[in-house]
């Protein structure tokens, strides 16, 4: 197993005070990021990379989100220390390890089976304990709903009703929608039974979601 060095712990250090540069303001979303050891997920081959501000592949065709992107759609989503969270797209593990920081009630689903696999022995060996599921997250986890919040780590074509079904009222659904090349960031908000509010945040650049409400592949 990995250690967690002192090195490690600056290097973390730095990248939180770049990221409070680029605008993230949520503490506890902060200290999420400065208390997970992103290197984990990296090969040791690669710890140099860890800790930079930028997307780095994972295998199958996917990557670990910039650690900018995992701060801003975790602070977009206002958590509360017991909100019941729905993440869309486990890819390495590493979005929901930080989620897991912030509230113990997350559900995560990977349509993907060898990362699956992959993040649900890493969550095992670190002896974390989110609810890990294998199947098409563009369809939500309905068997476990509602929601307080849910958080999409893939680029949608359009906003899933289906998961807008599975928010409770006053939840809150983050999402990337757009084209294949650019997603702009979306926080939708049930204000009532069926009522929603749309804000618009900045462009970004996600892997697709795949499954039968996202790209193609789901069928």
Known sequence: MQTDTYRHKGMRRALVKQLREKGIRDQRVLNAIETVP???FFDKAFLEQAYQDKAFPIGEGQTISQPYTVAFQSELLQLKPNDKVLEIGTGSGYQCTVLLQLTPNVYTIEYNRPLFEKARLYFRNHGLNPHTFHGDGSLGL????????????????????????????????????????TQRMLRITRVEENEFTKEEFGDFKFVPLLGRSGWSGGE
């Not at 958080?151 to 409770?168: C, H, S, Y």
Request: net charge positive; charged share 20%.
């Open 38 to 40: 992103r290197h984990y």
């Open 142 to 181: 309905p068997a476990y709903a509602p929601y307080d919040k849910i958080i999409v780590t893939a680029g949608a074509p359009v906003v899933p009703k289906e998961l807008l079904r599975q928010l409770t009222v006053g939840g809150i659904l983050v999402i990337p929608v757009g084209d294949e090349k």
